[in-house]
C-alpha cells in the first residue's frame, strides 16, 4: 500500500493495520518506530480528532509532525498542486490532508514520492472507517454483524459502506432518497460484498433498517460546506435521529456511535450520546491508535 487515499486501498491491509491499532493500545506495539521521520499535515478544513491524533501519534511514534494549515502555503497563493507535492517530497516522509476536494488528495498522490493519507475529504474518511470497525471489534469481539447508518450518506458513509464489506459486515444506510451515498462507492463495496458474504441495503424505511441492528452509527447532518442548505438538511432529516425510542428499536445490546462533532437535539440526543450504549469516546480515543497503525504501516520503511 503506497497511499491511503480510499478505504480500498487498504483492502489488502486492513487486517494488520487493526492488529497493530490493538499493539499500539495495549502498549505491545514496536518503540519510537518512526524516529527521525517527519509528517506534514495539511489541513483546509477545521480538524479536532484528526489534527490531535495525527499530530500526538506521530510524536509518540517517534516522528516529528509538522501542522501546516491552507495559509501557511504557497497554495492559497496560487502555486500549483504538483509543485506543493514535488517540494514538500524532498523535506517530509509523509503528507496527511484534510482537504475540501477528493481530486486535490489524488493530485497530491500522484505527484508525491511519499506516501499521502487522507485525513478527510468530500468523498471519504477512511481513518474514521478503519477506527469504526477497530472500536467495533474491540467492543463486540466479532465483526459478524449488523450495523445501521442514519441520516446523511456522507464522505463517512461511503468509507463505512467500503469498510464493512471489506470485513464481511451487514451495512444498512437509512437516509432521505436525496441522500444516498456515492453511487460509484456503493457500487464497488456491493462487489466487495458479494465476496465477503456480507449484505448492503440502502432505503429510506427507519424502522425496518434498525430492526436488530447491532450497531447504530450517525454523522451531523449539515457537514462542513453544506451550511448553505442546513435548513432543508434538517427538515429532510428529523425522522433519522438517534434517539432512545429509536435505540430500543435495535437489538438489546446494540453499540451507538458517532464520528463528532455531534449537534445534540438534530442526529443524536444527548441521552444517546452519553448513554450506557454510546461507544462513541472510546471510539474517539481509538483515532489515536488506529492512526498510529496507519502511520506506522505507511512509514516504517
Given at each position: ?40 499535515m495539511v489541513?483546509?478544513k477545521?480538524?479536532?480528532r ?42 517530509v ?13 489524488l ?5 508525491a514520492?511519499?506516501?499521502?493519507i ?11 472507517a ?63 460484498a ?83 450504549q ?24
Amino acid at each position: 500500500m503506497k497511499h491511503l487515499l480510499s478505504a480500498l486501498d487498504a483492502r489488502d491491509h486492513l487486517e494488520k493495520i487493526l492488529e497493530d491499532a490493538e499493539k499500539f493500545k495495549s502498549g505491545k506495539g514496536p518503540e519510537a518506530p518512526l524516529k527521525g521521520k517527519s509528517l506534514a499535515m495539511v489541513f483546509e478544513k477545521s480538524s479536532t480528532r484528526t489534527r490531535i491524533s495525527f499530530e500526538v501519534g506521530m510524536y509518540q511514534l517517534g516522528g516529528h509532525p509538522l501542522y501546516l494549515s491552507a495559509s501557511d502555503l504557497q497554495l492559497g497563493r496560487g502555486e500549483i498542486i504538483p509543485d506543493t507535492a514535488r517540494a514538500m517530497s524532498r523535506y517530509v516522509d509523509g503528507i496527511m490532508i484534510r482537504a475540501r476536494e477528493h481530486d486535490d488528495v489524488l493530485q497530491f498522490a500522484q505527484y508525491a514520492d511519499i506516501p499521502v493519507i487522507n485525513g478527510l475529504t468530500n468523498l471519504e474518511h477512511p481513518c474514521q472507517a478503519f477506527t469504526d470497525i477497530f472500536t467495533i471489534r474491540e467492543r463486540k469481539n466479532t465483526l459478524d454483524l449488523k450495523m445501521t447508518f442514519l441520516g446523511d450518506g456522507n464522505n463517512v458513509c461511503n468509507s463505512l459502506l467500503l469498510a464493512t464489506a471489506m470485513v464481511g459486515m451487514d451495512f444498512t444506510v437509512a437516509c432521505p432518497p436525496n441522500y444516498q451515498p456515492d453511487s460509484i462507492i456503493l457500487k464497488e463495496a456491493r462487489k466487495i460484498a458479494q465476496q465477503s458474504g456480507s449484505t448492503i441495503n440502502i432505503t429510506d424505511d427507519v424502522a425496518a433498517a434498525v430492526k436488530d441492528a447491532d450497531v447504530l452509527y450517525t454523522d451531523v447532518w449539515v457537514s462542513m460546506g453544506d451550511e448553505a442548505e442546513e435548513a432543508q438538511r434538517i427538515r429532510d432529516m428529523q425522522d433519522y435521529q438517534v434517539n432512545q425510542n429509536l435505540v430500543g428499536m435495535a437489538a438489546p445490546d446494540a453499540m451507538v456511535l458517532h464520528c463528532l462533532p455531534a449537534i445534540r437535539g438534530q442526529e443524536i440526543t444527548e441521552e444517546v450520546l452519553n448513554g450506557p450504549q454510546s461507544a462513541v469516546w472510546d471510539e474517539a480515543e481509538n483515532r489515536l491508535h488506529v492512526q498510529k497503525a496507519i502511520l506506522y504501516h505507511l512509514l516504517k520503511d
